[in-house]
C-alpha cells in the first residue's frame, strides 16, 4: 500500500489525475491550510506549497483547493506549487454568517 492510498487514494482519483494532470506533475492530499500555505501529504511525506498563480489570482474561490481535497502540484524538492484540483467525490459546507448567501 502506498502513502496515498492510506490517505484515501482510489482508482477515481487515479483516473481523474491522469486525465487532468501534466506528465511532471504529482498527485497529493491537502491536510492543512495556514494562510497561503497548504501542507499536503505525498508519496514523500509532508510538503509545503503554495498556489500556483493561475488558480491564486484566476479561480472562483469555490474551485481552491481545501483540506481534504487531492490536487496534483509541481514538486521543487522543499517546496511545491499546486496547480490544479480533483474532482471532488462529496464536500461539508455550510452557509457563511452575514447577510450574503454563500457557502
Do not use: C
Not at 8 to 21: L, T
Not at 29 to 54: C, D, H, M, W
Amino acid at each position: 500500500m502506498t502513502a496515498l492510498q492510506e490517505f484515501g487514494w482510489n482508482e477515481f482519483h487515479h483516473n481523474n489525475f491522469k486525465q487532468a494532470a501534466a506528465p511532471d506533475q504529482l498527485p497529493g492530499r491537502v491536510t492543512s491550510v495556514k494562510g497561503f500555505k497548504y501542507i499536503l501529504i505525498t508519496e514523500k511525506g509532508e510538503l509545503e506549497t503554495e498556489l500556483a498563480g493561475k488558480l491564486l489570482y484566476g479561480a472562483d474561490p469555490e474551485e481552491l483547493p481545501r483540506v481534504g481535497d487531492w490536487v496534483f502540484y509541481l514538486d521543487y524538492s522543499d517546496s511545491g506549487y499546486i496547480v490544479g484540483v480533483l474532482p471532488r467525490v462529496n464536500a461539508l459546507s455550510r452557509k457563511n454568517s452575514g447577510k450574503r448567501v454563500e457557502r
